[in-house]
């Protein structure tokens, strides 16, 4: 019986769990509803629980490994804001630690997935890369000479904050015009829904701009340009190799790659060495709870 942690990719629907042993691979995958409970100790002990059904009966995992989607302090193992989950300045690895009594390892869920995209995934040949989450919100998780960087306070990578429209919508973090606001599954349904004057979801849309439908490969084509825009700043400031798009919205394949390569190879300052690539992610859905075990497993070794 070999060695393993468990790892919890928490989302604002749904947590993903899984056994993982050091090289990634999973064991005993599975997808739950996220506990909506009253109190976050009691969200926490569904957590612990989930947790638990994974052990193995005559072997205890090594250590947890958990992703969140919000802005965690890697050190204190605290969550220092999660929107979604209604998470603000919560405990997490300590209360999950005395109620498993192992090891606890806190983190952001797009850093978990560009962990799992650099390591096994569609940058495990690149060194410095820029790792997206498009979904519900954009996160992404940035590798600079081969390292997860988080910044000076564990919150590098909002990329879905940074302000695109001066005059733009309010954004959940109390600033005006963000990214997030124009390119996120919720924006797209928001716009494409006044467009159609109906209700659809992002998923409709994307369907539709699959199927060639002219009105929805345009919607795409304008929300998918503040997203290069930011990227071009991004790749310039950063020097980077690459760019791997991962998330619900990276479904869309080509239709949301293409355009950002191409404009991007268009942009971007001259430089020396091969021009920037534009990749869609390899681990799937699975991303988070990859790289959330790969975090436990690099914190068990610091
Ligand atoms: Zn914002």
Redesign the pocket.
Known sequence: MHDYVIALDVGASKVMAARVCNQGRLEALHQQKTPVCAETGESLTCLAQIAQELMLPNRAPLALGIGVPGTVDIKAGQCWCAPNLHWHRIDVARILTSQLEIPVFLDNDANAAAVAEHRLGAGRDRTHLLVITLGTGIGSGLILGGQLYRGAHGIAGEL??VPVLGNGQV?????RG?L??TFSALALAEQASHTYKRRVRARDLIDWAQDGDAQAMALLRRATSHLTQTLVGVVNLLDLELIVLGGGLASAGEIVRGPIAQTLASRVMPRPGPPIEVRLAECGPQAGVIGAGLIAWDGLLT
Do not use: L, S, V, Y
């Open positions: 879905g904050h954004c959940n973090c109390g600033n963000c997030e606001t």
